[in-house]
């Protein structure tokens, strides 16, 4: 598995923006975006994951996994 998929990433339609908009808690904040929701997902796990690759290049801590951890339920009871 790679490290990417241990974290949470959200792909929303925003009406005000009229496009799709990819986020992933604790690693990014809502960064990509377009209008095709399955090319936002895939732009954003590339982010995700080169973002994952710099902090281990960096010697950084890489932010606690999301995923598998109740975020989203916690955002959906938070909307």
Do not use: S
């Amino acid at each position: 598995m790679n490290e990417g998929a241990k974290y949470l990433k959200i792909v929303k339609w925003f009406d005000e923006d009229q496009c799709f908009i990819g986020q992933c808690p604790g690693v990014i904040d809502p960064y990509c975006h377009g209008n095709n929701e399955k090319d936002v997902y895939a732009e954003l796990c590339e982010i995700v994951d080169e973002r994952l690759d710099l902090l281990k290049k960096e010697g950084k801590p890489l932010p606690e996994r999301t995923y598998g951890r109740g975020i989203a339920q916690k955002l959906a009871e938070a909307a």
